[in-house]
């Protein structure tokens, strides 16, 4: 099993930052995928930024410019500049994970951190 712990969440004003922290234990083997999404309320959820262990990144139109995803080993950060309003939402970690070389890969959420950005 795989658990994973975010922090970093929280309320900031318009054209503020925040960073928020993911970290990936339980039984790894390799992840070759780790970033974030977000559902905001109404809506359905949607990809904010990945990052492969090789380094290839999938960033979403809204935070291009803005968001940067980094790793490390088995946590993934996401790096929030200029916030607007209508990225308000809860921010979910999200990893796909390996338990050995021969094993089929796993996709595993965290609880969610709530991100909320006034005008």
């Known amino acids: 099993q795989v658990q994973l712990a975010e922090s970093g969440g929280g309320l900031v004003q318009a054209g503020g930052s925040l960073r928020l922290s993911c970290a990936a234990s339980?039984?790894?083997?390799?992840?070759?995928?780790m970033g974030w999404y977000r559902q905001a309320p109404g809506k359905q959820r949607e990809l904010v930024a990945s990052l492969t262990a090789s380094g290839s990144r999938n960033d979403a139109d809204s935070v291009k410019g803005r968001f940067t995803v980094s790793r490390d080993k088995n946590a993934v950060y996401l790096q929030m500049n200029s916030l607007k309003p209508e990225d308000t939402a809860v921010y979910y970690c999200?990893?796909?994970?390996?338990?050995?070389?021969?094993?089929?890969?796993?996709?595993?959420w965290g609880q969610g951190t709530q991100v909320t950005v006034s005008s």
């Open positions: 339980g039984n790894i083997f390799s992840v070759p995928t």
């Open positions: 999200h990893a796909i994970v390996r338990a050995g070389p021969w094993t089929p890969a796993y996709t595993y």
